[in-house]
Antibody, heavy 129, light 107 residues
Framework: QLQLQESGPGLVKPSETLSLTCSVSGGSISRSDYHWGWIRQPPGKGLEWIGSIYYSGSTYYSPSLKSRVSVYIDTSKNQFSLMLSSVTAADTAVYYC?????????????????????WGRGTTVTVSS | DIQMTQSPSSLPASVGDRVTITCRASQSISTYLNWYQQHVGEAPKLLIFGAYNLQSGVPSRFSGSGSGTDFTLTISSLQPEDFATYYCQQCYSAPTWTFGQGTKVEI
């Protein structure tokens, strides 16, 4: 059974770079039918998609975070990572990694349905001096 | 960007109630809409994809409907384990995504 596990510092100072890793077990990160993503949730608030990566290294970022975000993949370690630079208190959140899968059929627009079907348990990151 | 708006933000309910949550998109997204359930302190769980397709293992009391800009998630008979926060998510603009702000179903 596929499992995802986030890891990284729980405390980051303002203006520094937040760095997290998601370790994937029970399956290969190199499968062509999946993307891998990061989502965060500030305390008491909703979910915000941060970015995603394909095993080839293609990346996709939230427009609101694009200038500060990088997502990397290490297929040899079956891991992918998030880096968020110049953090402020507003970046304090639970950070989740997740797998993006696709339906076996397309919708009426001819696109597949994409969804996040496997999630890590999340890791809390606090930005504070 | 496609904006997703859920209503209500919170929904008082009792066990056995029929519950309906609404999600509206800022532009037409056809049926490219997913629903997730999140319990406090846990990761979200996929319930429905493509507006009405039940994810494997999800109880049949959950159902989704809608197309275009207006969508609903219905729980036909609320169970104790269904008290949670529910989020819609558009996948029309995949690989970029946006979530609704969430609806908390509470006692």
């Amino acid at each position: 059974q596929l499992q995802l596990q986030e890891s990284g510092p729980g405390l980051v100072k303002p203006s520094e770079t937040l760095s997290l890793t998601c370790s994937v077990s029970g399956g290969s990160i190199s499968r062509s039918d999946y993307h891998w993503g990061w989502i965060r949730q500030p305390p008491g608030k909703g979910l915000e998609w941060i970015g995603s990566i394909y095993y080839s290294g293609s990346t996709y970022y939230s427009p609101s975070l694009k200038s500060r975000v990088s997502v990397y993949i290490d297929t040899s370690k079956n891991q992918f990572s998030l880096m968020l630079s110049s953090v402020t208190a507003a970046d304090t959140a639970v950070y989740y990694c997740a797998r993006r899968s696709a339906s076996p059929y397309t919708g009426d627009r001819g696109y597949y349905y994409y969804f996040m079907d496997v999630w890590g348990r999340g890791t809390t990151v606090t930005v504070s001096s | 960007d496609i904006q997703m708006t859920q209503s209500p933000s919170s929904l008082p309910a009792s066990v056995g109630d029929r519950v309906t949550i609404t999600c509206r998109a800022s532009q037409s997204i056809s049926t490219y809409l997913n629903w997730y359930q999140q319990h406090v302190g846990e990761a979200p769980k996929l319930l429905i994809f493509g507006a009405y397709n039940l994810q494997s293992g999800v109880p049949s009391r959950f159902s989704g409907s809608g197309s275009g800009t207006d969508f609903t998630l219905t729980i036909s008979s609320l169970q104790p384990e269904d008290f949670a926060t529910y989020y819609c998510q558009q996948c029309y603009s995949a690989p970029t995504w946006t979530f609704g702000q969430g609806t908390k179903v509470e006692i």
